[in-house]
């Protein structure tokens, strides 16, 4: 069983940074890919970005490309998210989730960190 825990939420104004960690526990952590997702309120979930373990893929939603960079520290076991330049539009609860295997779906989900922009 896997334990995503993340960290590093919180209020920040507009041109602002956050950097938000994603710690696993539990057994060998040794996942296909790591990624984070948002929800905003009224919307639905969207993926913000991917990292492979390996770290020769990454992927990132249009809207946060050059502002944002998904990063993993393997021995640590921690997938982080830095984000640069913010703006309201951000504002969401941001989750980290595992591909454990690499069979295409998100076995396993942290329980989230609230991100707030304000303007």
């Known amino acids: 069983q896997v334990q995503l825990v993340e960290s590093g939420g919180g209020l920040v104004q507009a041109g602002g940074s956050l950097r938000l960690s994603c710690a696993a526990s539990g057994r060998t952590f040794n996942p296909y890919r790591m990624g984070w997702f948002r929800q905003a309120p009224g919307k639905e979930r969207e993926c913000v970005a991917v990292?492979?373990?390996?770290?020769?893929?990454?992927y990132y939603l249009d809207s946060v490309k050059g502002r944002f960079t998904i990063s993993r520290d393997n021995v640590k076991s921690t997938v982080y998210l830095q984000m640069n330049s913010l703006i309201p539009g951000d504002t969401a609860v941001y989750y980290c989730?595992?591909?454990?295997?690499?069979?295409?779906?998100?076995?396993?989900w942290g329980q989230g960190t609230q991100v707030t922009v304000s303007s």
């Open positions: 990292v492979s373990w390996s770290g020769g893929y990454t």
């Open positions: 989730a595992a591909d454990l295997v690499g069979g295409g779906t998100w076995d396993s």
